[in-house]
């Protein structure tokens, strides 16, 4: 590989580990003061206007045949409106830290939904992964069941897994279809712009205040963040080592992003740490790893299994 080839492959590491974990800390600044529903609306809808402007100055943009719009549009209602919008809303109430932790289990989901659907074939490195990852949840959770009780953090919980889930499936079922290698913007653009349109006018259908003034400087700047860093450069830089390397080894640098998840919700929102919760962690992050451990011969059945957010 060639210097300059090799010196944007290592930056776009970098970004995919780095952005996406920090995401979820923009994500807790911004649900201080700005709805959910315009948070997620605002971030897609911005970062489609973004894309569309570069296909339309580069001469890039076409008119997609019917298969593949309503295939992104079902992609984008799984994974952007569903996923990101429940993680969203899900932090109203959970530690940003905790979000990212729980948001690795799912590649555990696509293996299961895989499993079943016959992509993969049951192994031992498969359930001990999955034993593994059962295991750093029940620590997780084994000290703070009282805690559930509490209606708003069980809901916030819930709504995280549901976002998993709903990612998992949006993730198998966008690989699914057949795309336009060369024109992947055009896909995320279609995506994005409907994402964002659809929850700006979930919020404003359902009476939920669009009150720009009540909204405070930081919280905006964390949608701009979003925008810039989560949406587009973050996953632009997946895509670029995606097309260096293979899926696995992209997927493995994602798993970074709760170690910079937790770092950054204790360094800056005072985030609780504990030996019992670096313990899960590692428990969980090993059965991930474990799980989807594939040799370099063979072809990896999962691509992009870590929520975007």
Known sequence: MKSADSFKLTISLFCVSFFWGTTYLAVRIAVQTIPVFYIVGLRHFMAGMILLSYLIINKKLEM???????????????????????TAYGELTV??????????????????????????????????????????????????????????????????????????????????????????????????????????????ISGIPFNISMWKTSNILAVFYLTFFGSIAGYI?????????????????????????????????????TSRLIFATILILAGVLLANYRKKSAAPAVQGMIIEE
Request: with cysteine; charged share 10%; glycine share 8%.
């Open 64 to 86: 997609p045949n019917k298969g593949r719009f309503f295939h992104n549009l079902l992609s984008a209602f799984l994974m952007l409106v569903l996923g990101n919008g429940l």
């Open 95 to 204: 530690s940003s830290g905790l979000t990212a932790l729980l948001t690795t289990l799912s590649p555990l989901i696509v293996m299961f939904i895989n499993l079943l659907s016959g992509r993969e074939k049951m192994s031992l490195k498969i359930i001990l992964g999955v034993v593994l990852g059962l295991l750093g949840m029940v620590l997780i959770f084994f000290n703070s069941l009282s805690q559930l009780i509490d209606p708003q953090y069980r809901t916030g919980i819930i709504s995280i897994l549901l976002a998993i889930s709903c990612w998992s499936i949006g993730t198998v079922y966008a690989k699914s279809g057949k795309h336009e290698k060369n024109n992947i913007i055009l896909d995320l653009c279609i995506q994005m712009l409907f994402a964002g349109t659809g929850l700006l006018l979930i919020g404003l």
């Open 237 to 273: 830089s997946y895509l670029y080592a995606l097309s260096k390397l293979p899926s696995t080894s992209v997927s493995v640098f994602t798993y970074f992003n709760v170690v910079v998840a937790l770092f950054l919700g204790w360094l800056i929102l005072d985030e609780r740490i």
